[in-house]
């Protein structure tokens, strides 16, 4: 006599498929096993490729937030990249803008040595592209109409200490005892200071000197320029070429001499 499934009460049904249930995995337990390593290994696969979509998701907004987007001045866009800005990089950048834009030689003045006369600072100015970007870039804030009355003050003072040193620059020509080649071998920060968006700094420039004396001989002479300045950094005043609206008022400069004429050999001051 056979057992009819419908027959039976709920608790050996149970038990029956429970039962079932059991050599099926037994029977199948590899083929349970390879499955799940499968599954296993595409889930770890996506979270893996998931990791990898976020990484360069992150790094793609990292990048967009590390350049800004700038105009030359013929027109082109460009990719400007950010740079944090704090007290170790503002004293280089100053120092780099003091280097590249108030140490002149005779070469450099007198154009390869192709004007030989020079009467006025604005001889000096007109004939040294170099101090005429300084002048443009980090002497000069605008019509002074125009400016807010700080701005005019330093302005003022900044033009008067720039035109001092243009002085001594024609003076030193004219006497033969501005350098002929000067090559700057080395930058020091020795001091500097900044206050919100303010700052003093004194930099010196080692440098090697070759030049022609009066009585036609040669003269190498190894020495340090130094020049302590104030300014400031005002985002708004920027330009191409100065991205940082810097501003300097040159106060103090010493430039290597070919015949000293005081007690710091090899340096004239302009007050």
Not at 160 to 176: D, E, H, R
Not at 189 to 203: A, C, E, Q, Y
């Amino acid at each position: 006599m056979s057992l009819d499934y419908n027959d039976l009460d709920n608790k050996t049904k149970f038990q029956l498929v429970i039962a079932f249930i059991q050599r099926n995995i037994l029977k199948n337990a590899q083929f349970y096993f390879l499955a799940f390593l499968v599954l296993f290994a595409f889930d770890v696969y996506e979270r893996s490729q998931g990791n990898k979509t976020l990484q360069e998701m992150k790094k793609d907004n990292e990048n967009s937030y590390k350049y800004v987007i700038g105009l030359t001045t013929d027109g082109r866009m460009i990719g400007i990249e950010k740079t944090q800005v704090d007290a170790a990089n503002l004293q280089v950048i100053v120092a780099r803008a003091i280097r590249d834009s108030f140490i002149v030689s005779r070469r450099e003045l007198t154009k390869n040595y192709a004007v030989s006369l020079f009467e006025n600072e604005e001889d000096i100015l007109k004939n040294s592209p170099k101090l005429k970007s300084a002048f443009d870039d980090y002497i000069y804030f605008g019509d002074p109409s125009l400016l807010t009355e700080e701005d005019r003050a330093m302005q003022q003072q900044s033009v008067q200490y720039f035109t001092a040193y243009l002085k001594y620059l024609l003076i030193s020509l004219n006497t033969n005892n501005l350098p002929h080649f000067i090559n700057i071998t080395d930058m020091k920060v020795v001091m500097f200071t900044s206050d919100k968006n303010k700052f003093t700094i004194r930099v010196q420039l080692p440098c090697q000197t070759q030049s022609v004396d009066n009585a036609g001989r040669p003269v190498d002479q190894y020495g340090v320029n130094e020049i302590y300045a104030e300014g400031l950094f005002d985002i708004t005043k920027r330009t191409p070429t100065n991205p940082f609206g810097l501003k300097i008022i040159p106060k103090d400069i010493k430039i290597v001499e070919i015949h000293p004429k005081s007690q710091n050999a090899g340096y004239t001051v302009q007050q």
